[in-house]
T-cell receptor, first 111, second 113 residues
Framework: TQLLEQSPQFLSIQEGENLTVYCNSS?????LQWYRQEPGEGPVLLVT?????EVKKLKRLTFQFGDARKDSSLHITAAQPGDTGLYLC???????????FGKGTKLSVKP | NAGVTQTPKFRVLKTGQSMTLLCAQD?????MYWYRQDPGMGLRLIHY???????AKGEVPDGYNVSRLKKQNFLLGLESAAPSQTSVYFC????????????FGQGTRLTVV
């Protein structure tokens, strides 16, 4: 079974700070997805990275896929309280391509 | 647009009782999934379906059954609820697998006492 490990598990920062969260595996993934989940809601897709070394930007969020396609990172610039939530990475597993999820990074951005 | 709708949103069961969680999607997706989310454990796949009339086991299938009689609906059943099944359950659907986006419902919070 492929595993996705996310770090840190919890992160509490002040508005305006920068942060990076990580998603690592010993296995190669054909693609990785990042989701954000707000309390009481289901996860919502932020981005999918497919190519090793790929960098995608979504406003203040920068996503990177490792060259070996075993890891990914999410960098947030000038965090805002609206960025608060649980950030989950997910990768495709097995022949059916089911999504497996990391345990998530719970981010709290204080005003 | 409704997307993925789960019912009920909350439920309290006594140990040994049974119940069915309903998931409905209006996006004509082939693939549907049931996950459970527990503190510190992330989302774990219970069962999934790759099309109408087909189901398969995921990572944590014990104690659950599923049915996909219609393409738009995916039912999750608990025949004899146990306290270990206290969790938040999420249904998701996708057009395909791999790089395709999975759309999630709002979740069902189930407590078994």
């Amino acid at each position: 079974t492929q595993l996705l490990e996310q770090s840190p598990q919890f992160l509490s920062i002040q508005e305006g700070e920068n942060l990076t969260v990580y998603c690592n595996s010993s296995s190669v993934f054909s693609s990785l997805q990042w989701y954000r989940q707000e309390p009481g809601e289901g996860p919502v897709l932020l981005v999918t990275v497919v190519t090793g070394g790929e960098v995608k930007k979504l406003k203040r969020l920068t996503f990177q896929f490792g060259d070996a396609r075993k890891d990914s990172s999410l960098h947030i610039t000038a965090a805002q309280p609206g960025d608060t939530g649980l950030y989950l990475c997910a990768g495709e597993e097995g022949s059916q391509g089911n999504l497996i999820f990391g345990k998530g990074t719970k981010l709290s951005v204080k005003p | 647009n409704a997307g993925v709708t789960q019912t009920p949103k909350f439920r309290v069961l006594k140990t040994g009782q049974s119940m069915t969680l309903l998931c409905a999607q209006d996006m004509n997706h082939e693939y549907m999934y049931w996950y459970r989310q527990d503190p510190g454990m992330g989302l774990r796949l219970i069962h999934y379906s790759v099309g109408e009339g087909t189901t398969a086991k995921g990572e944590v299938p014990d104690g659950y059954n599923v049915s996909r009689l219609k393409k738009q609906n995916f039912l999750l059943g608990l025949e004899s609820a146990a306290p270990s099944q206290t969790s938040v359950y999420f249904c998701a659907s996708s057009y395909s697998t791999g790089t395709t986006e999975a759309f999630f419902g709002q979740g069902t919070r189930l407590t078994v006492v």
